[in-house]
């Protein structure tokens, strides 16, 4: 079974460009999340898909960021314009189920770096 | 809010020595409990679980208990190898009305020596 893809792997912009990342996640997977992992800490939730809905972004900074998840497949995150602080690894996760017990499955990142 | 509290890191161990990292959570309600982990250069993968008081989840030689009186969830393991030399996540679950969301612990890395 094919895992979490995401795109690109590593990318540098200088600050107050954009910059977007895309992930597919596995086929049938319904729950899509977004997470920010700045170095030396953990995951934090930016946005989580249910479909093509969004069922959580309370922790999305919605002046520069955003997200999209067309067709209930792809999702694509954007940040316009880009921050320093904004230097950290974008993760993709998806999971079958909505249900509490159910594992998200990852992918491997992409690793921001604003100059 | 809900939230996850992990012994802060690095641990270093000796191979063979006994692990235990230290989690606790913060939740208003009935979460699942995970730990997930994180090898050099690779994505982060599910190593145990368990949903409701009192199971153990295990996997690799790893174990951890849900303990609700203590709001615990420590991992542990007999005897590390260098290949367990990693990132390990503790992390929770909760129902937000519309969906389960996914918390974690700020991670704790696991150094094994020979």
């Known amino acids: 079974e094919a895992g979490v893809a995401q795109s690109p792997r590593y990318k540098i912009i200088e600050k107050r460009q954009s910059v977007a990342f895309w992930c597919n996640p596995i086929?049938?997977?319904?729950?899509l999340y977004w997470y920010q992992q700045i170095l030396g800490q953990g995951p934090k939730l930016l946005i989580q898909f249910q479909n093509n809905g969004v069922v959580d972004d309370s922790q999305l900074p919605k002046d520069r960021f955003s997200a999209e998840r067309l067709k209930g497949v792809d999702s694509t995150l954007k940040i316009q314009p880009a921050k320093l602080e904004d230097s950290a690894v974008y993760l993709c996760?998806?999971?079958?189920?909505?249900?509490?017990?159910?594992?998200?499955?990852f992918g491997q990142g992409t690793r921001l770096t604003v100059v | 809010g809900n939230s996850v509290t992990q012994m802060e890191g690095p641990v270093t161990l000796s191979e063979e020595a006994f692990l235990t990292i230290n989690c606790t959570y913060t939740?208003?309600?009935?979460?699942?409990l995970f730990w997930y982990v994180q090898y050099p250069g690779e994505g982060l993968q599910l190593l145990l679980k368990?949903?409701?008081?009192?199971d153990k989840g295990s996997n690799k030689g790893f174990e951890a208990t849900y303990r609700k009186e203590t709001t615990s969830f420590h991992l542990e393991k007999g005897s590390v190898q260098v290949s367990d030399s990693a990132v390990y996540f503790c992390a929770l679950t909760l129902n937000t009305g519309t969906a389960s969301k996914l918390t974690f612990g700020t991670g704790t890395r696991l150094q094994v020596t020979l």
């Open positions: 939740a208003t309600g009935y979460p699942s």
């Open positions: 996760a998806s999971s079958p189920s909505i249900r509490l017990d159910t594992e998200a499955f």
């Open positions: 368990a949903t409701k008081a009192d």
């Open positions: 086929s049938g997977h319904a729950t």
